[in-house]
């Protein structure tokens, strides 16, 4: 074997990502859930936390948009493209998280104010988009670590799945914001 088939053949060997993806997701869903529960910190006057919600809705628009390129390229049989877009919504979904995280460290949550029918819509949304925002953290990572590794079908299989979560997690997490918006 000369050394190009050594380095081709190294390059497609499978990596095990599962502990990873395992901790990863532990840890993006321990900590939500626990600032779910902490009060914010009082006296925080660096800036205006109040802007960090709407940098969630920004976030979760352009990761509901990259997804969506990502869903066109692939059923055009373009990859190259369909990576490009799913990076670019890990990037999102990564920056989203980061002001989540902040948003809800930095400050208490906001009720909502909404009664009746549009509250119980309101609460089926949020609901529906908590649950799903947690699931999507393993099955994102597993995707992209399957197509990694050269699983095709693999990835096919569980990508079937991760992309409708995924967009109705980004989506209904702008709906959540334009639902809230007028009670911070």
């Known amino acids: 074997m000369n050394q190009n ?3 081709l053949q190294q390059s497609h060997r499978k990596r095990n990502y599962k502990p990873a993806i395992i901790i990863i997701t532990i840890v993006i869903n321990g900590l939500v859930a626990l600032l779910a529960g902490l009060p914010g910190v ?3 006057t660096a800036f205006d936390v109040k802007i960090l919600p ?3 809705a920004i976030f979760n628009s352009f990761t509901f948009l990259f997804l ?3 869903l066109i390229a692939i059923m ?3 990859v190259t493209i369909h990576k490009r877009f799913i990076y670019a919504a890990f990037i999102t979904t990564t920056l989203f998280l980061v002001t989540y995280v902040g948003h809800h460290f930095l400050s208490e949550s906001t ?3 909404g009664t009746g029918l549009i509250a119980a819509i309101y609460y089926f949304i949020l609901i529906t988009h908590i649950i799903l925002a947690a699931i999507i953290v393993p099955l994102a990572l597993t995707s992209v670590a399957r ?5 095709n079908e693999r990835h096919r299989k569980i990508a079937r799945w991760t992309m409708p979560i995924w967009l109705y997690v980004s989506l209904t997490g702008v709906i959540v914001y334009l639902m809230i918006s007028p009670y911070y």
Not at 147 to 151: F, L, P, Q, V
């Open 76 to 78: 055009k049989k373009n």
């Open 54 to 56: 709407m940098l969630n």
């Open 68 to 70: 969506v390129g990502a």
């Open 5 to 7: 088939q050594d380095v």
């Open 111 to 113: 009720p909502y104010g």
């Open 147 to 151: 197509a990694w590794n050269m699983e």
């Open 42 to 44: 009082d006296n925080f």
